[in-house]
């Protein structure tokens, strides 16, 4: 819920400044009236119409390099109008499905009740504090490829072996911003001719709304061999519904 929370307020400071941006646009508009729209025998023709309550208006044809700078004009205004009042209407619904939320998130009752963790069952995933889903998710344990005794290694500064260097700069920047990931978990996906097969990617994070992000590292490109392998699996993932 807090990750919905927050993408809601990002999307209501983002209808506000829409908004206060098209304000300061319709300011600097001059006030030529408004456009009338008429679809005849197939034909669309434009009409300014100045003064309230004016059904006609005067015909604007678009022949008329005058008249035509003039109908965009009066449509823009028309649009940035529309538009205000449209992010003004999106920004208020947010407002008020904010202010209807309960401050406490579902997946914290049992953080804020200590003396509830020993007399109730463990919780679900949905129920997870996101702290207790991360801990939950790093304790899985799994078997990735074995590095042969020929190939570099190198160490992470969390006392992980990787394959190379670029792996090692990656799982240090992961860790250093606090990014959960797995280094080389296998996943089984399905490739080409209904068959599945086993991957075993470079690193597999965990977002923020804890989805899965696989993260492969493409480092020796200049390497024919090592292209033609990527180039087999991408081919793999692409058509691996057929």
């Known amino acids: 819920m807090r990750i919905i929370i927050s993408r809601l307020k990002a999307k209501k400071a983002y209808f506000d400044a829409l908004a206060k941006n098209a304000r300061a646009r319709l300011s600097r508009m001059p006030d030529e009236g408004r456009l009338r729209i008429r679809k005849t025998r197939g034909y669309v023709q434009f009409f300014q119409v100045i003064r309230k309550g004016e059904h006609n208006g005067y015909y604007l044809s678009q022949k008329n390099g005058a008249d035509l700078s003039l109908t965009r004009r009066l449509a823009q205004k028309e649009y940035t109008e529309v538009l205000i009042k449209n992010c003004e209407q999106y920004s208020r619904a947010i407002s008020v499905f904010l202010e209807q939320i309960p401050e406490n998130d579902i997946r914290n009752i049992k953080a804020e009740r200590p003396k509830f963790r ?16 991360i801990a939950a998710w790093r304790a899985v344990t799994y078997k990735g490829k074995e590095i042969p005794e020929e190939c570099a290694r190198y160490t992470t500064n969390g006392g992980e072996t990787v394959r190379s260097k670029s792996e090692k700069i990656i799982a240090d920047l992961l860790d250093s911003r606090g990014i959960p990931y797995r280094y080389e978990f296998p996943q089984k996906m399905r490739v080409r001719w209904g068959r599945t097969a086993v991957f075993y990617p470079d690193f597999t994070i965990l977002a923020p709304d804890r989805r899965e992000i696989i993260l492969e590292h493409f480092g020796l490109m200049d390497d024919p061999e090592y292209c033609r392998n990527v180039l087999e699996k991408m081919l793999d993932k692409m058509f691996g519904a057929n």
């Open 118 to 133: 020993a007399l109730v069952s463990p919780p679900s995933e949905n129920e997870m504090t996101d702290d207790e889903f």
